[in-house]
């Protein structure tokens, strides 16, 4: 069965501080992708980055940066020089294609505070 | 840009009451998802649709009901709300057989059953 794991449940920084955020998938899949989405206190969740199992190089976005890793089966969200703004819950997820039909199988999210 | 609206984002019913949570989007996606949204527990799917009138089981179905008679609306139906259904729900969407696709999410309807 697929899974995906946050284990930070809640983190806290200051601003300006760097804080990586953590990814750990299972899947038997050879063809999957992965996702990131960010919560923010509105409620609604915002797409960040789509990645297949085939692309594991590293993508940078302004002050985020996403690290995927087959060998340890991670993808890790990092943010420099956090910002208040990015105070919110960030879901990591895995696709999951049955029968022609895809779904989304998300970590329980980390919540992240950012402190001025 | 893709818009998935949802019939309201807070909600009060009784226990007992049948509730109907709706969902809308304009981008003519055949895939349409409903989800609910607890702490601790993350995102958990209820149910998802593939087509008109195609509805199939997700994580957590038991209490709940769907109806897409429409492409563009997808309803979550609780047939007799109870306490632990009390929750934010999610509506998503996406491009169909495209797992490389990211779902589109409404804002949310948080739920409070009394």
């Known amino acids: 069965a697929q899974k995906v794991t946050q284990a930070q449940t809640e983190i806290s920084v200051v601003e300006k501080e760097d804080v990586t955020l953590d990814c750990v998938y299972e899947?038997?899949?050879?063809?999957?992708?992965l996702f990131w989405y960010k919560q923010p206190p509105s409620g609604e969740l915002v797409f960040l980055i789509r990645?297949?199992?085939?692309?594991?190089q590293n993508e940078i976005s302004g002050r985020y940066s996403w690290n995927f890793q087959k060998s340890t089966s991670s993808f890790n969200f990092t943010i420099t020089a956090s910002q208040v703004v990015d105070s919110a819950v960030y879901f990591c997820?895995?696709?999951?294609?049955?029968?022609?039909?895809?779904?989304?199988?998300f970590g329980k999210g980390t919540k992240l505070t950012v402190n001025p | 840009d893709v818009k998935v609206t949802q019939s309201s984002r807070y909600l009060v019913k009784r226990t007992g009451e049948k509730v109907f949570l709706e969902c809308v989007q304009d981008?003519?996606?055949?895939?349409m998802f409903w989800y609910r949204q607890d702490p601790g527990l993350g995102l958990r799917l209820i149910y998802f649709?593939?087509?008109?009138?195609?509805?199939e089981k997700g994580d957590i179905p038991e209490g709940y009901s769907v109806s897409r008679e429409k492409k563009e609306r997808f309803s979550l139906i609780l047939e007799s709300a109870s306490t632990n259904q009390t929750s934010m729900y999610l509506c998503?969407?996406?491009?169909?057989?495209?797992?490389?696709?990211?779902?589109?999410f409404g804002p949310g309807t948080r739920l409070t059953v009394t």
């Open positions: 998503a969407t996406a491009f169909p057989g495209k797992s490389s696709y990211e779902q589109y």
């Open positions: 649709s593939y087509d008109v009138k195609m509805k």
């Open positions: 899947t038997r899949d050879t063809t999957y992708y």
């Open positions: 997820a895995l696709s999951e294609a049955q029968g022609g039909s895809e779904k989304l199988v």
């Open positions: 981008m003519d996606h055949e895939n």
């Open positions: 990645r297949n199992s085939f692309d594991e």
